[in-house]
């Protein structure tokens, strides 16, 4: 039997009732109701916590601001003024004055691969406009990092962020910083620079064999440079990396988590990723287990069959699969990225692959989800690829409805009005993501002109189709989801070029990162916006969103994250 769905019928009943409610209590208003049936006003649960003297964006259908808001365990149980609140307060109620200061909802990201970035503690160079200063973040990590110990950047970067030298890092430049451990630095998926440590410990010589789709890179002598090229040579290198014992792992994934929260982040679906395991996931899982995680997983099953043996091993599966069997904190959702390894599309590349063998492929697992009713995600940027995709779902949906599955596209880079139609007539949600703050001029020089409206914001936004804005890190752009959102609104990349012209407004942006992700993640009843019967997840700013310069808002920080109505990031007071 199909797995049971959100039914928009039960949905819709409910919403005709409850206004036929309304109607009828509006016209009764006139007769008076017995003092027994009288609202008590101390009904509402003494809170545990209020926030009053701020400006608190709703983020709600009416998109108000409110001054103050109360939280009675994990939920938001009333907003208002900050005289309103404060006379809800008990004697152990904490008060937070914010001092004026902005709240806005946590911010959702609705696709990113945050789960396998905690197999190792990375340097990170997101955000980095000068490559002295990545050489100097570099070198502090190897005084704090014992000797034989990895060093990893595993992508969020390109060399055109840099404004100061674009010049791609040298095994040199790494020996001289840190002789005595091993370094990668992966720039985006496109390569990685090792020094002369990593390529000892990874047992790359000048005798080993180019991986698939990736090249070892020599000099005219026939030594290696430390620089390995291509996708394929990426991942070739990093499933050469060592990775933790358990105890290490999760402390990498505490650590990670912090540092999300220091960013704003408060939950993301997750989309798996190259080598994932049980393994990635159980430190996730057993801080959830403990009540210890401090953001919201949502997570996709990814499987990534290159051939159509594989093919038949994952439609086996797909009827053992069982989402949403977990909590608000982590759960699975259905099943995503990559559907079929020969037909997966690239940002850097023009050039698909469109066999009908191929395609048929895709369409068997796509076909076997809709027969389940699981959700599905499937990677796709191109705009030929695209009326492929949609092409094969229209086939599926004639025979097995998946409209109320809400099934989604990510990227779609490309994607055209005719094309954001069909989708909507599919049920389908568009997941948008910023990877040309670090791709950007990358993405011009293959690309072109039609770079520029790479991906099209406005184009999506003024379509109607429900869409959510977020990042695809860790590669391939960077995590700070403030980036995000600066990117959306001036479409200028980290360094400052200028390399998108589909932009929106500063509230459409914020909209697409908390409510509407919020709807992408199955849980539009608990998250994205302050409200009360919500969680309480909110950020508080040290500027305010609305306000601040255009180009300040990648600079934005909060100095507070509340998650589920508990603390989990105050920022140190100067």
Known sequence: MPIARPDTSVIRRAFFRTTALAALLSMAAVVPLPASAQPKPDARPVPDTILVNGRIATVDDQFRFVQALAVSGRRITATGTSADIRRMAGPSTRVIDLQGKTVIPGLIDNHSHWIRAAEHDELRFDGITSRKQALKLLADRVRTTPAGEWIVVL???????????????????????????????QAIYLHSTLNTAALRAAKIDATTANPPGGTIEKDADGQITGM??????????????????????????????????????????????????????????????????????????????????????????IPTLRPFQGNDYFDNVGFGESMYGPVTTQLLRKENTRRPEDIAQMARIARALAERGIYLNAHVEMEDMIDVFLGEFEKIHAQSPIKGFRWSF??????????????????????????PLIQGVLMH???????????????????????????????????????????????????????????????????????????I??????????????????LVLDRDYFRVAADDIKDLKPVMTMVGGRVVYEAARQ
Do not use: C
Not at 410 to 432: E, F, Y
């Open 155 to 185: 992508g969020g970067w390109s060399e055109q962020q840099f404004t100061d030298d674009e010049r791609s890092f040298t095994r040199a430049e790494l020996d001289a910083i840190a002789p005595n451990h091993p370094v990668v630095l």
């Open 228 to 317: 390995v090229r291509g996708a394929g040579g990426v991942a070739f290198v990093a499933a050469r990396i060592p990775l933790k014992d358990r105890d290490a792992w999760l402390a990498n994934t505490r650590k990670l988590v912090r540092e999300l929260s220091s960013m704003g982040l408060t939950g993301w679906m997750d989309a798996g990723g190259r080598g994932m395991t049980a393994r990635h996931y159980e430190p996730y899982a057993e801080l959830a287990r403990r009540d210890e995680l401090d953001v919201r997983v949502f997570w996709t099953t990814i499987r990534q069959p290159a051939t159509p043996e594989q093919v038949d091993k994952v439609v086996a599966e």
């Open 410 to 435: 990510s990227h779609l880079d490309q994607v055209t009005p005719a094309q954001l139609d069909r989708m909507k007539r599919l049920g389908m949600t568009a997941q948008i993501h910023s990877r």
């Open 445 to 519: 020089r293959v690309h072109g002109d039609r770079a520029w409206d790479m991906p099209p914001f406005r184009r999506i936004q003024d379509s109607g189709i429900r869409w959510g804005l977020g990042s695809d890190a860790t590669a391939v752009t960077t995590s700070n989801p403030f980036y995000t959102l600066g990117f959306a609104v001036t479409g200028k990349m980290v360094g400052g070029h200028a390399v998108n012209r589909q932009t929106i407004s500063r509230e459409e942006a914020l909209i697409a990162h908390t409510r509407n992700n919020a709807y």
């Open 521 to 538: 993640v199955f849980q539009e009843s608990n998250l994205g916006s302050l409200v009360p019967g919500k969680y309480a997840d909110l």
